[in-house]
Nanobody, 123 residues
């Protein structure tokens, strides 16, 4: 089993920064991709940014130039630095990761989601 726990959400004024963290725990052998998704009220969940184990990043157009995703492989942790926040960034932000863990019957693949952290940006 693999668990993801997000932290760092909160209320911030437009134009301000916020940094999200997500730590994966469990009998993890390796993590391929770690990413951040978000769901705004009335919208579907969408990809914000993702980073692979070799550091390749992918950003939604809305995040390019304002958000930076990074990871610490030794800590199984991914970060999302969000700058120049806008009211439309208000959403629940979810962490996602996929890889392999040491299951009861050997190496087992996983794809896990965190419970989410609320980000609210006031105008």
């Amino acid at each position: 089993q693999v668990q993801l726990v997000e932290s760092g959400g909160g209320l911030v004024q437009a134009g301000g920064p916020l940094r999200l963290s997500c730590k994966a725990s469990g009998r993890i052998l390796s993590i391929n991709t770690m990413g951040w998704y978000r769901r705004a009220p009335g919208n579907e969940r969408e990809l914000v940014a993702a980073v692979t184990s070799d550091g390749t990043t992918n950003y939604a157009d809305s995040a390019k130039g304002r958000f930076t995703i990074s990871r610490d492989n030794a800590k199984n942790t991914v970060y999302l630095q969000m700058n120049s926040l806008k009211p439309e960034d208000t959403a629940i932000y979810y962490c996602n990761a996929d890889g392999y863990y040491n299951g009861n019957y050997g190496t087992t693949s996983f794809r896990a989601w965190g419970l989410g952290t609320q980000v609210a940006v006031s105008s």
